[in-house]
C-alpha cells in the first residue's frame, strides 16, 4: 500500500505532495490571502505592508501597502483561488503559487508594481519587476522602503520603545 501510494506522489510532482486548497479567498494583506482557512503567502513576492506609506514621483506621501492589499482583494474579488503549497515557506508561513481568473497573483502584483520580487526565494518574478521598474509602475513611480527593511525598522523602534529606550 504504501509503495503504490509513494509511486503516486512522485509521479505526481511536489506541487500534489506539497498540497492544493482552492476556493473563494479573502485578503489579508498585499501578499497574503486566506483560503478555506489556510493562511498563505503568495509565493516568492514581498509587498509593502498594510500601515506602510510610499512617495509618489512628485513627493506625495499614500499608504502603498494599503493600496497593494486593495488591488489584490479587487483582482480575487469573486473568483475562485487555487494555491499550490511550496515547501522553503519563509517565517513559518505556509508559502503558495496562487491563481485567480487563470493568472499567477505573485506575477501579477509584481507586474503592476504593488510588491517586489523575492529574488532569495525564486526567479521567477525577476522579468516582471524589471518591466514594472521600467514603466515606472506601482511603488516604482516614486520612492519607497524596501518591505522587509519597513518591517525590519518597525521591530527596532518598538523594541527601543518597549526597554524605554530614548529616541
Known sequence: MIRPMLALLLLCGP???????????TVVDGDTIEVQ???????????PETAQSCETAAGREYRCGREAMQALNARIAGAVVTCERREGSVAGRV???CHAHGEDLSAWMVGQGLALA???VTTAYNRQEGRAWATRRGIW?????????WRQDRRRVEASAGTGAAD
Open 141 to 149: 513611480a516614486g520612492t519607497f522602503e524596501k518591505p522587509a527593511d
Open 118 to 120: 523575492s529574488r532569495h
Open 15 to 25: 506541487a500534489a505532495a506539497a498540497g492544493t486548497v482552492s476556493g473563494p479567498a
Open 37 to 47: 482557512g489556510t493562511r498563505i503567502h503568495l509565493y516568492g513576492i514581498d509587498a
Open 95 to 97: 508559502a503558495g503559487i
